[in-house]
């Protein structure tokens, strides 16, 4: 049934983003609803509260940010599903727009940043650093793109070390979340080694619980496709990032509205890919 789901919410997609002016609009409601959903988890922290979000973030979480709806009870999945829209909003409202627009976009822009902010997910830091930085860099001329990248590599870094648990990175050896996920990611590394069409679909705990006696997400949608769908499907997976990436690096538009649809996939493409490394959002 899980697949099943997958084949038709594809084809769907396919046959109803038919024209360019589609595609932006359907990019412009996914904007939209991330940042209702960012708007939502930040209400909770001043009075608007309709989802019982603030007792969750300030009980279980331990003040970390979250919404208290199925998919974002976790703030690492919050944060994650916040990630892209800083590069889209810019890019839809932003980017080649009068300046009165530009100056109404860079005030929006610090909400989804604050509720990312608060969800303090190091993963999450990470994800939008290197989307925010790739985006920027994103059809420049190479010499601005060089800019770009050298600058992020040094003040950049510095300031992202500067954010909320960043610095448990250089705690790799004792903290055990890390090392938890590095368990997992030597199961999965195992299981592609050893069993060549994987473990099956939506079967990693199964699997890891039958090798260690212990329950452990897989916590990379990389580990997870890797170790369920062997390595023919782990290269599959691979392909398709590859081929979305070559796609938008590759093609030529024709006109301003093109060049910013390109560009906001990009970002997605991107934020996905990244995000994915850390959590499980392989399907």
């Known amino acids: 049934n899980g697949v099943r789901i997958y084949i038709i919410f594809y084809l769907v997609i396919v046959q109803a983003l038919s024209s360019i002016a589609r595609i932006q609009q359907f990019l412009n409601w996914w904007t939209g609803m991330i940042l209702i959903v960012a708007l939502l988890a930040l209400g909770g922290e001043y009075g608007f509260d309709p989802l ?131 368990t997992a990611f030597r199961h999965g590394l195992n299981v592609v080694n050893y069993e060549s069409t994987g473990v099956g679909h939506v079967n990693w705990k199964r699997s890891f619980y039958a090798a260690h006696g212990w329950n452990k997400a897989a916590h990379s949608g990389f580990v997870q496709v890797g170790a369920e769908q062997g390595f023919f499907g782990f290269c599959l997976y691979l392909g398709v990032i590859y081929c979305s990436l070559r796609f938008l690096i590759t093609c030529k538009t024709t006109n301003m509205e093109e060049e910013r649809i390109r560009r906001i996939l990009f970002c997605l493409v991107i934020a996905y890919t990244v995000s994915a490394w850390m959590i499980d959002i392989g399907y």
């Open 52 to 182: 019982g979000s603030y007792e969750v973030t300030h009980g279980a979480q331990q003040n970390r940010l979250v919404l208290n709806l199925s998919n974002y009870q976790n703030p690492n999945a919050l944060g994650h599903a916040v990630v892209p829209v800083v590069s889209m909003l810019y890019f839809i409202c932003a980017w080649n727009r009068p300046i009165f627009m530009k100056q109404a976009t860079m005030v929006v822009l610090l909400l989804p940043a604050w509720c990312m902010f608060l969800t303090q997910s190091k993963g999450a830091f990470l994800a939008g650093f290197v989307t925010s930085v790739l985006s920027a860099a994103f059809g420049r001329p190479k010499f601005v793109q060089i800019f770009i990248v050298w600058f992020a590599v040094t003040t950049g870094w510095a300031a992202l070390y500067s954010l909320p648990r960043m610095e448990e990175l250089n705690r790799t050896q004792t903290n055990q979340a890390i090392g938890g996920r590095v």
